[in-house]
């Protein structure tokens, strides 16, 4: 086999652990890729693991025991975080994007991969360590934000259904009252998509009054999965009180007006 020498290997290694975030590979999968000791790959993993600290790019962790190795974790800091966040903001803010009946545009930000996937690794580093099987989001605009925050946490998908489909097998549906409308609704999802007692994310585009992150709440104990957190990317300021409690949003919307413009910030409790 051949040999390689050490930039060389530092640069796949960081390759093959970027691209596989919460992963544990085993040092003999590297000593066996590299045909290199493995008081020489640990080296290189402690080079990488310095690097990736003092530039804040994620995180390096060396798992100790016969059933450890080293895995690699996303990790997004409080001033790039504000950063984005602003960014989007700013966005929002032209006053082009109101849409009769005090609505916001917002197609173009939840579809655009630079603003989602910064979006993706806020939320993975927020609700980091929380042993979560999977993200669950409701049919459509959540998909890509939460397609991307289980892509960063390295974990399945699951949408819930505004519609009963053949393709998805047997079901599980409840009803639920829309926190916006006060109409019932029903979200759909199949019995295969979520292991009983897994843990789950929910994660959300937009949040009025939190109707449907309750629907989904409510939809999860039929599996009896527990809900270790619930994330949306743009809450209303009003009302104030959810049908939620407990969930965190990276941006309020405060108000949408033709005259006075469209107030909108970052909420400061991401950045806690």
């Known amino acids: 086999m051949s040999k390689y020498r050490r930039n060389e290997r530092i640069g796949a290694l960081v390759k093959i652990l970027c691209d596989n975030p919460n992963k544990i590979f085993t040092l003999n999968y590297f000593t066996n890729m590299f045909n290199a000791a493995k008081s020489t790959v640990s080296e290189d993993i402690v080079i990488i693991k310095k690097i990736m600290e003092n ?13 450890g190795g080293v895995r690699y974790t996303t990790f997004i800091n409080v001033d790039d975080t504000r950063e984005i966040l602003l960014d989007i903001c700013k966005v929002m803010k032209d006053q082009n994007r109101i849409i009769p009946g005090s609505f916001l545009y917002m197609s173009d930000i939840i579809y655009n991969p630079k603003y989602v996937r910064k979006m993706g ?4 580093t927020k609700f980091a360590g929380q042993n979560i ?34 393709t998805e097998g047997s079901t599980v ?30 994660i959300d585009d937009f949040m009025r009054a939190g109707g449907t992150a309750r629907g989904i709440v409510e939809l999860m104990k039929e599996f009896d999965a527990k809900v270790k957190g619930i994330g949306v990317m743009i809450s209303t300021k009003e009302p104030e009180k959810k049908l939620v409690d407990d969930y965190l949003s990276l941006i309020i919307l405060d108000s949408v007006d033709v005259e006075r413009g469209i107030e909108i910030y970052p909420n400061e409790k991401v950045f806690k």
Not at 57 to 63: A, F, N, S
Not at 121 to 124: D, T
Not at 157 to 162: A, E, H, K, M, Q
């Open 55 to 67: 530039l804040n790019l994620g995180r390096v962790e060396t798992i100790p025991g016969a059933s």
């Open 121 to 124: 690794e806020i939320f993975a």
């Open 133 to 166: 099987d999977c993200v669950v989001t409701v049919e459509t605009k959540g998909i890509p934000l939460a397609l991307m925050t289980a892509n960063v946490l390295n974990i399945p998908l699951v949408i819930i259904r505004s519609n009963n489909r053949v």
């Open 173 to 202: 549906s409840i009803n639920y009252v829309s926190g916006s409308t006060g109409k019932i609704q029903t979200m759909y999802v199949s019995k295969r998509a979520i292991k009983n007692g897994s843990n789950v994310l929910i």
